[in-house]
């Protein structure tokens, strides 16, 4: 991480998880073995996650993946949107017709379909308090740009 701040915040963050009840299926709090100086975090993940818990609704920004199962594709859409923020998901599906579909009605500023890797070209930003405004692309671009409007132009005559 890139601070004793981020690094304590994470720390904090994987031991609500515990204490809330997920199930912690590898990693933890506490450095990665060997690495007994710096910011590091164990890769961690856990199961039997609900979103109600703590690591369900904050954004992490650390190696923490938190799964949480779901019944059909509009129970898993309402979960992914049952969160004050909005910066980026993930769909994995067989079927590319319904990765697209759900997508769609996932309140994200990004969504990577099957793996697909960040694109520059492409806006990057986030919704709900993920922020406003984008970066890269020709939507990042137009952030920089002043608009004016003049009224009357015909009437100036």
Do not use: C
């Not at 709090?29 to 109600?52: K, Q």
């Not at 949107?81 to 769909?91: A, F, K």
């Amino acid at each position: 991480m890139v601070s004793e701040v981020q690094f304590d915040k994470i720390q904090k963050l994987i031991q609500q998880g515990i204490d809330e009840g997920a199930t912690l299926e590898t990693g933890g709090t506490g450095r990665p073995d060997g690495l007994n100086a710096g910011y590091y975090i164990r890769p961690t993940v856990f199961s039997h996650v609900t979103n109600d818990m703590t690591i369900a609704r904050e954004e992490i920004f650390g190696p923490v993946l938190s799964l949480i199962g779901y019944t059909n594709d509009d129970d898993a859409i309402r979960i992914a949107n049952d969160t004050p923020y909005g910066l980026s998901g993930y769909i994995s599906s067989a079927d590319p017709e319904r990765a697209k579909r759900m997508a769609r009605l996932i309140r994200t500023g990004n969504v990577h379909l099957n793996g697909a890797p960040l694109d520059n070209k492409a806006p990057f930003g986030g919704y709900k308090q993920s922020g406003n405004g984008r970066e890269w692309g020709a939507h990042g671009f137009q952030e920089f740009l002043e608009v004016k409007a003049i009224m009357g132009y015909n009437a100036a005559g």
